[in-house]
C-alpha cells in the first residue's frame, strides 16, 4: 500500500537535546512538508521541499531544520533552539501539480 | 494576505441533526478549496474539494459548494453519525508552491 510512514508516533526530549523526527513516503510523490499542530491553532507550515536537495522555509522555521537527500525521505530535526517544541507534528506529500496534499499519522513531541 | 476563517468550535450536535460548519476565505486569485477531516489521533484525510466558482465537493455524505460572490465553502450534512465526530479543516490553494493554506479547525461532537 503506497502511503506517508512517521516515526515514532511519541517522541521525548531533553532540555537542550536536538531530536529528528521520520517521514518516509513510497506514493513517488515531489512535494513534501511539514506541518506543525498546536490546540486551537490550527496547522502551521515549517518547511517545504519541492525538489530533491532543495528546500524552502515555511511560516515558523525558527528552530528547525531538515534535509531532502532522497525523494522519498523528509527528516525533521528540532533544535534546541526551539524553545516551546510540545506539539504534534504532521508530514505530508503531493505531486507537483497536483492540489491534494496527503498527510501520515503524525508525530507527538513532548518534553521531559 | 490569503487566509481562510472558520466557524470555532467545539460544536456538539446530537445523532442524525443537520451539520453546518461555515468557511470563509480570503485570497488574491482563483484557490481551490478544501476540507480535510482529522479523527482522534491521526493525520488528515481530504474529505471534498471544490476547484472553480459553483463546484459542489461531495463525499461520505457530506457536500460543500464553492460560493465566489460570499467567498465562502460552507461544510454539510444533513445526518450526523457519531462516526463523524473529528476536527475539520477548511483550506484553499492557490497553487503557488503547492502551498495550502489551512482554517484553525472545528472540534465537532456527536452525541448518540
Known amino acids: 500500500d503506497g502511503g506517508i510512514t512517521q516515526s515514532p508516533k511519541y517522541l521525548f526530549r531533553k532540555e537542550g537535546q536536538n531530536v529528528t523526527l521520520s517521514c518516509e513516503q513510497n506514493l513517488n510523490h515531489d512535494a513534501m512538508y511539514w506541518y506543525r499542530q498546536d490546540p486551537g491553532q490550527g496547522l502551521r507550515l515549517i518547511y517545504y521541499s519541492q525538489i530533491v536537495n532543495d528546500f524552502q522555509k515555511g511560516d515558523i522555521a525558527e528552530g528547525y531544520s531538515v534535509s531532502r537527500e532522497k525523494k522519498e525521505s523528509f527528516p525533521l530535526t528540532v533544535t534546541s533552539a526551539q524553545k516551546n517544541p510540545t506539539a504534534f507534528y504532521l508530514c505530508?506529500?503531493?505531486?507537483?501539480?497536483?492540489?491534494?496534499?496527503?498527510f501520515g499519522p503524525g508525530t507527538r513531541l513532548l518534553v521531559l | 494576505g490569503d487566509s481562510v476563517t472558520q466557524m470555532e468550535g467545539p460544536v456538539t450536535l446530537s445523532e442524525e441533526a443537520f451539520l453546518t460548519i461555515n468557511c470563509t476565505y480570503t485570497a488574491t486569485g482563483y484557490p481551490s478549496l478544501f476540507w480535510y477531516v482529522q479523527y482522534p489521533g491521526e493525520g488528515l484525510q481530504l474529505l471534498l474539494k471544490a476547484t472553480k466558482a459553483d463546484d459542489k465537493g461531495s463525499n461520505k455524505g457530506f457536500e460543500a459548494t464553492y460560493r465566489k460572490e460570499t467567498t465562502s465553502f460552507h461544510l454539510e450534512k444533513g445526518s450526523v453519525q457519531v462516526s463523524d465526530s473529528a476536527v475539520y479543516f477548511c483550506?484553499?490553494?492557490?497553487?503557488?508552491?503547492?502551498?495550502?493554506?489551512f482554517g484553525k479547525g472545528t472540534r465537532l461532537h456527536i452525541l448518540p
Open positions: 505530508a506529500s503531493t505531486q507537483r501539480g497536483s492540489e491534494t496534499q496527503y
Open positions: 483550506a484553499l490553494t492557490l497553487n503557488r508552491d503547492d502551498k495550502i493554506i
